[in-house]
């Protein structure tokens, strides 16, 4: 792959409509701009997604007004187990990063823990079976409805509908591989995933600019696909793996952004890129204003199934597979484990 320079680094606008209206060659040549941006940048925005933007914007007020309730509400709610990974994760608890090095984590999160919190929720449907029923921290955590009565059912709907539209873009990554369509069909289509809300409350400029300080530290996520929705504040930014430097990723009204998770880097034998990635203090802000903005994000991290193998997909072998196979759940798993405080791991691991 040709290195490329910053002014040359651009996360590409893929629109996505033809592939479900346009004819069989608009589908192929859609998907072959998927399997484009997931080789050069890892990352892309999609336009013409199907979900509504009234249904987004209800999503990012239901968010609002939870992360504004009392922390006496929130923390009932607290996260407790990186099996189940669902709960609110206080400010402070966090540190994204991609080192493995245990000391270097604990070190990262005491000086430089991510400035925010958030709340995970999980698959909530008749497939449960997944996972043990009666061990009570698997169950999703909800505000008490006589103070958030729209919350839940707003999560569930959205969640639903951001599991639709991660199989279709997986169909577009199969037929830009020149592969049958329906591939990963039976490989992720439990809805294993975790929609995250996120709240980035104002801070001090002069915060982040410490050493290793950032609103969510570099890293590359987990699972297959991510889905991000930014508000207009900004501040998400992609690194360039040709200079290393991080180079923004600004909001674009009525898109989202889409990045590879490591587990689809895995199953594409590396041809894709899980990119670095992280959240700094927006540019363009009021530089007379010592504290930055307000900044709220929706991701939407999906997964394979919780038992799938992920191994190299036949057509990327190559010279050999650089990576074992591994199940789903015990490299989320372990991976969770690494950035978040083990002091709030309740639960038996």
Same mark, same amino acid.
């Given at each position: 792959m040709a290195s490329l320079t910053d002014q040359q680094f651009s996360v590409p606008v893929v629109d996505f409509g033809k592939f479900w209206t346009g004819t069989p060659d608009d589908k192929l040549a859609i998907s072959q701009q998927v399997v484009k941006a997931f080789k050069e940048i890892g990352f892309m925005y999609i336009s013409n997604h199907n979900i509504p933007q009234p249904v987004i914007e209800n999503v990012f007020k239901e968010s609002s007004d939870f992360f504004a309730l009392p922390d006496a509400i929130k923390d009932e709610m607290a996260w407790r187990d990186p099996r189940a990974n669902r709960g609110y994760v206080k400010q402070g608890r966090e540190r994204v990063t991609n080192s493995t090095d245990a000391d270097e984590i604990a070190q990262l999160r005491a000086t430089a823990p991510d400035v925010k919190e958030s709340l995970e929720i999980g698959l909530e449907t008749g497939k449960e079976y997944l996972i043990p029923l009666n061990y009570p921290d698997y169950r999703n955590y909800w505000p008490p409805s006589e103070v958030a009565p729209k919350f839940r059912p707003a999560m569930l709907h959205f969640y639903d509908t951001c599991h639709?539209?991660?199989? &279709? !873009?997986? /169909?577009? !990554?199969?037929? *830009?591989? *020149? @592969?049958?369509?329906? #591939?990963?069909?039976?490989?992720?289509?439990?809805?294993?995933?975790?929609? /995250?809300?996120?709240? #980035?409350?104002?801070?001090?400029?002069?915060i982040l600019k410490r050493e290793g300080q950032a609103r969510a530290g570099a890293h590359s996520d987990y699972g297959s696909l991510t889905f991000v929705f930014q508000d207009d504040i900004g501040g998400l930014e992609v690194q360039n793996?040709?200079? @290393?430097? #991080?180079?923004?990723? !600004?909001?674009?009204? *009525?898109?989202? !952004?889409?990045?590879?998770?490591?587990?689809? @880097?895995?199953?594409?034998?590396?041809?894709?890129?899980?990119?670095?990635? /992280?959240?700094?203090?927006?540019? *363009?802000? &009021?530089?007379?204003?010592?504290?930055?903005? /307000?900044r709220q994000s929706i991701a939407f991290f999906c997964n394979p199934n919780a038992n799938t193998l992920v191994e190299c997909l036949p057509g990327c072998v190559g010279e050999g597979a650089k990576y074992p196979p591994v199940r789903t759940e015990d490299y989320l798993v372990k991976s969770i484990l690494l950035y978040l405080d083990p002091e709030f791991i309740w639960g038996c691991i």
């Open positions: 639709t539209l991660h199989m &279709d !873009v997986l /169909r577009a !990554v199969a037929l *830009g591989l *020149g @592969m049958n369509e329906k #591939y990963f069909d039976p490989l992720s289509d439990e809805a294993w995933h975790t929609l /995250r809300l996120l709240n #980035y409350p104002p801070v001090a400029k002069e793996s040709s200079t @290393m430097n #991080y180079i923004p990723a !600004v909001p674009i009204p *009525g898109t989202i !952004v889409v990045n590879v998770g490591d587990l689809l @880097m895995r199953w594409s034998n590396d041809q894709f890129k899980s990119t670095m990635h /992280r959240v700094v203090s927006p540019t *363009g802000t &009021d530089n007379e204003n010592p504290l930055t903005p /307000r």
